[in-house]
């Protein structure tokens, strides 16, 4: 293999080098700081193109990428490609990491996709499934899907239509080493850690969800079009619910729906949507519960409909909240 690494990078990133041509480019990364950050950079550009818009620092990552590739290369040449493509501007908050891992059997690299608070992204993955990631959510899947798994994981809330592919089984790893093993189909998995619990919603198709109890014996549940399982990370109990599933996927639209649903899970709702923390300090209000749909609305105004229905009291408290969120008191 004698072609130049710059060569090799649009295809690299493109996940279809060959296994020599793989090595070729690790070899290269492995080389220099900078060399990773050319990299970086166009995994950014890769992965903004296959969404046909770009990120806040796409922009920026052109002009790094076409500044330190010099000539008429085929690197500048592709980056010039994603600087048209990119020309449409849409909604900032994402961040994309490459990073080395060992998996799958194989050395494949890694793409981290990050949603900043109170914004949301969609993301294609490499067998073609889409994926919509809530506020401050993290997704993490390989270049290339290799062996007989497609495994991601997921940290946070994640909208997923996935691919069918017989021979070859999409699992999504979560928190308190849950795992949801899909067989082509329409789901929501809700699993922030700061909540205690990973909920996983199916809309359609049919998926396992895989957990322990309390004693560590391995558990799954098979979840048919409308039900909802809870699993609870604290005592390791799962519980099953029937719904409709409008609640739970409203914010893929942007959206937040609220029917006849405990003050809780409505805080937790609003919490995601505007980044936010709450501390409940009267337990009165705890069961109250709120029907309503709100898309344009902003947080007070929401938070003044709930006063204004019920005995509920709220206001900004000074200091931070969780992961640095506002705080807001509920008296």
């Known amino acids: 293999m004698d072609k130049p690494v710059e060569e090799l990078l649009p295809r690299y990133v493109e996940g279809k080098t060959t296994v020599e041509e793989t090595a070729a480019v690790d070899r290269w990364l492995e080389a220099s700081a900078e060399n990773r950050k050319i990299l970086e950079d166009m995994q950014m550009l890769e992965l903004a193109m296959a969404e046909n818009r770009s990120a806040s620092d796409a922009g920026k990552a052109w002009r790094r990428v076409s500044r330190k590739i010099g000539g008429r290369s085929r690197v500048l040449l592709w980056a010039t490609r994603a600087a048209a493509i990119l020309s449409i501007p849409l909604l ?67 909208f997923f239509k996935v691919e069918k592919d017989a021979r070859c089984q999409f699992v999504v790893n979560s928190l308190d080493d849950t795992k949801i093993r899909v067989y082509g189909t329409t789901f929501d998995v809700d699993a922030y850690p700061e909540f205690g619990a990973v909920d996983v919603t199916l809309i359609e198709g049919s998926v396992g969800f895989e957990n322990k109890n309390a004693a560590g014996s391995p558990r799954q549940y098979r979840l048919a079009p409308g039900q909802k399982a809870t699993y609870r990370l604290k005592d390791g109990e799962t519980t099953i619910s029937q719904t409709e599933g409008e609640s739970e996927t409203a914010w893929t639209e942007g959206k937040i729906v609220l029917r006849d649903t405990p003050l809780a899970d409505a805080l937790k709702m609003l919490s995601k949507r505007f980044g936010v923390a709450f501390d409940v300090r009267n337990p009165d209000v705890s069961g109250y519960s709120f029907t309503g749909t709100f898309d344009t609305h902003s947080l007070d105004q929401i938070l003044d409909y709930f006063e204004m229905s019920t005995d509920f009291n709220w206001r900004y408290e000074d200091s931070t909240g969780v992961n640095h969120h506002r705080k807001i008191v509920v008296y």
């Open 92 to 158: 900032a908050g994402v961040i994309f990491l490459a990073r080395k891992v060992n998996s799958y059997g194989d050395d494949v690299r890694m793409v981290e996709v990050r949603t900043n608070p109170g914004m949301n992204t969609t993301v294609t993955l490499p067998d073609n499934s889409v994926v919509t990631l809530n506020s401050e959510s993290t997704l993490t899947y390989p270049q290339r899907f290799t062996g007989k798994t497609r495994e991601v994981s997921l940290t946070g809330e994640a």
